[in-house]
């Protein structure tokens, strides 16, 4: 059937009129969940877009953390995008997320991640036992419940930097994953879209007696599968690596210890983040003696590495303000995050 081609020519340019009001040119892509997961909603930036974050560092009560919010937008000129809390397993819910989810409704942040871990007197091997055993299960249900009627992105950093030195999360792979594949399968039970981060860390043992990465914490035999995991995160700091190796760069460092993670994430088609990175930490970069030119270079570095690598999704920055309070390093962070590949509010 032949077509009229002045009706023809009308019904593309409405389309095309249609297509620039939903994707406005000059602005990012949406960070709107698409449909990648098997079982629910993915919560992902689209490839080529990266989520700014960082971790709650002071109280926990609204103005606290608005005006945490505040300083750091206005020190850097981007509002983060996520912002990470700490969840002890020993104590009573907080109002993390009812306070996350008052600030998204402003348009002050975009998502929350929960470090679920052990402290509070319990030890990180009594936790994840006892979450193996069922014995957290109305606990993480409750926790579900809440991030499902939550809404917006929502992240599970479940026992971070398990295979560490100073944790005993990672006592037992068996267990560990046990316990793993059960909370996981409660946010689902639940019907949470919650995603779950997979958090070890690439140098295991103390930065203070550094060593080559042992075969005794190989982080690989934690994995619990693709289906219970959305997320590869590794932890990334500037004192570490400078411990972990003064004869290298901070670029040779940072890619020695990332791309085995980058690598993992690609062969697994998962995303992947740096949930604890600092470029600056109060105490632990000064202990160490790490000078400022090499913590420039980290961050420099941190930032070209996502720029070159698509799978790189999210960061959350660890002591944040402390890192922004140094001018040298506010300088570059401030120059990189302008790019509009990074996701703030």
């Known amino acids: ?181 059960r909370a996981r399968n409660i946010f689902r039970d639940v019907g949470a879209r919650t995603e779950f981060w997979f958090s070890p860390v690439p140098y295991p043992l103390y930065p203070d007696r550094p060593a080559p990465i042992s075969d005794n914490w190989p982080w690989q035999d934690y994995y619990p599968g693709d289906d219970y995991v959305d997320w590869i995160t590794p932890s990334f700091h500037d004192y570490t690596l400078y411990a972990w190796s003064h004869s290298q760069t901070a670029e040779q460092t940072f890619d020695q210890l990332a791309n085995p993670f980058l690598s993992f994430a690609s062969q697994h088609g998962k995303a992947m983040a740096f949930p604890e990175t600092s470029f600056y930490d109060d105490y632990y970069s000064d202990d160490y003696g790490v000078p400022r030119s090499y913590q420039v270079a980290f961050t420099s570095k941190f930032f070209s590495y996502v720029d070159s690598n698509d799978r790189v999704k999210a960061y959350v920055v660890y002591d944040f303000s402390a890192a922004i309070s140094k001018p040298e390093i506010l300088s570059v962070y401030k120059q990189r995050v302008t790019s509009n590949r990074y996701i703030g509010r």
């Open 1 to 181: 059937m032949e077509v009229d081609r002045t009706t023809g020519f009308g019904l593309a340019l409405v389309l095309l009129i249609a297509y620039v009001f939903v994707n406005p040119i000059g602005e990012g892509p949406s960070p709107t969940p698409t449909p990648t997961s098997t079982w629910a909603l993915s919560f992902q930036p689209q490839d080529g877009y990266c989520w700014t974050g960082a971790w709650n560092e002071g109280g926990r009560d609204y103005t606290t953390i608005k005006n945490e919010l505040a300083y750091w937008k206005a020190s850097t000129g981007k509002g983060v995008y996520l912002l990470g809390f700490w969840e002890l397993m020993t104590y009573p819910i907080t109002t993390d997320i009812d306070t996350a989810k008052r600030l998204i409704d402003e348009g002050l942040l975009g998502g929350i991640v929960l470090a679920l871990q052990g402290g509070g007197g319990e030890s990180g091997s009594e936790a994840i036992n006892k979450i193996a055993s069922g014995g957290y299960d109305s606990k993480l249900t409750t926790i579900a419940q809440k991030l499902k009627d939550f809404g917006y992105p929502s992240f599970i950093r479940f026992f971070a930097e398990f295979n560490g030195q100073w944790s005993s999360a990672g006592d037992s792979p068996t267990v560990f994953k046990n316990a793993f594949i």
